[in-house]
């Protein structure tokens, strides 16, 4: 069985400061790892996603995130926060054997403060 | 290339009613999923379809249902409408077939209000 589980439920930061968005998962098999964001009213936009290549992965807008096999974490960062950032943010996991089956954390509302 | 297109985009019912949603994925996607989003219970899978058949089920009850047509355009069903339904329901799209983990790509979503 999967799950993940998102440690904050709200994240708040000023502009220009470091964001960081806390993940851990739990998974039978190697999964697969993703971040969405959600903008009010909006879909769901694939950040960056860690299919077992490069631990460190590189996303849209600045994102990035490291898978961490020990500790079970995929944690986003982003050196510099942008007012447009402020969204819903999920972590997102699918093993081998969920098929194309997404799990997803509780999301995490990041606000940015002027 | 379009993205995935969801209608209609808004939508009011009253309890007992059923309701159909509709799915359009990106030309060339023959994977299609549906998720419900609701405040209290968060984004969850209700199921997949891949060439017209039914590869995964989420835990809903059967008055949930959908299918797939041969042009990979997917609608999803609720019957007998109950408030708990209200929900934003997301439908995703991607390129294998289960198993492969290819990365989804999300529509819009329909928002459906149950009063």
């Known amino acids: 069985a999967q799950s993940v589980t998102q440690l904050d439920s709200h994240v708040s930061v000023s502009e220009g400061t470091p964001v960081l968005l806390r993940c851990n998962y739990s998974?039978?098999?190697?999964?697969?790892l993703f971040w969405y964001v959600q903008h009010p009213n909006k879909g769901l936009q694939l950040l960056l996603k860690?299919?077992?290549?490069?631990?460190l992965v590189k996303g849209i807008n600045g994102f990035e995130a490291e898978f961490k096999k020990s500790e079970t974490s995929f944690h986003l960062t982003k050196p510099s926060a942008h007012m447009s950032d402020a969204a819903e943010y999920f972590c997102?996991?699918?093993?081998?054997?969920?098929?194309?089956?997404?799990?997803f954390g509780g999301g995490t509302r990041l606000m940015v403060k002027p | 290339k379009a993205g995935v297109t969801q209608t209609p985009r808004y939508l009011i019912k009253t309890r007992g009613q059923q309701v159909t949603l509709s799915c359009s994925p990106i030309?060339?996607?023959?994977?299609v999923s549906w998720y419900q989003q609701t405040p209290g219970q968060g984004l969850q899978f209700l199921f997949e379809?891949?060439?017209?058949?039914?590869?995964n089920k989420g835990n809903f009850p059967g008055r949930f249902s959908g299918r797939q047509f041969s042009n990979s355009r997917s609608e999803m069903n609720v019957s007998t409408l109950e408030l708990g339904d209200s929900a934003l329901y997301l439908c995703?799209?991607?390129?294998?077939?289960?198993?492969?983990?290819?990365?989804?790509?999300f529509g819009p979503g329909t928002r459906l209000l149950v009063l």
């Open positions: 997102v996991v699918s093993d081998r054997n969920a098929g194309n089956m997404l799990t």
């Open positions: 998974s039978s098999y190697s999964p697969s």
């Open positions: 379809y891949f060439s017209e058949t039914q590869r």
């Open positions: 860690y299919t077992s290549a490069a631990t």
């Open positions: 030309s060339g996607h023959r994977s």
């Open positions: 995703a799209s991607s390129l294998a077939a289960s198993g492969r983990r290819e990365t989804q790509y």
